[in-house]
Nanobody, 122 residues
Framework: QVQLVESGGGLVQAGGSLRLSCAFSGRTFGTLVLAWFRQSPGKERDFVALMRGLGGSTYYAESVKGRSALSRDSTKNTLYLQMNNLEPEDTARYYC???????????????WGQGTQVTVTS
């Protein structure tokens, strides 16, 4: 069983930055793929970024590429998503997910956190 706890969301003005955290437990990172998804009211849950535990390869959605960066702290079992130059369109609830395979589809992920809200004002 994998547990995921997100934090770091908040209210920020357009152009600002936030760093989201995903603390995980229950499995070693090397056996997992960790991903971030986001969902706005009335919309589908969209892929944001992922990191493969084995090797550390990262992938980003086009909508955040160049503005976001994933990193991890193995000593804290935590994955970070640094988001810069935020736009009102980034407003959503952000979820951390874990699964066995690399995928851009939320259906491929078995474990989910409760999410953290990001609100960007213009």
């Amino acid at each position: 069983q994998v547990q995921l706890v997100e934090s770091g969301g908040g209210l920020v003005q357009a152009g600002g930055s936030l760093r989201l955290s995903c603390a995980f437990s229950g499995r070693t990172f090397g056996t997992l793929v960790l991903a971030w998804f986001r969902q706005s009211p009335g919309k589908e849950r969209d892929f944001v970024a992922l990191m493969r535990g084995l090797g550390g390869s990262t992938y980003y959605a086009e909508s955040v590429k160049g503005r976001s960066a994933l990193s991890r702290d193995s000593t804290k079992n935590t994955l970070y998503l640094q988001m810069n130059n935020l736009e009102p369109e980034d407003t959503a609830r952000y979820y951390c997910a874990a699964g066995p395979i690399q995928s851009f589809s939320d259906s491929s992920y078995t474990y989910w956190g409760q999410g953290t809200q990001v609100t960007v004002t213009s």
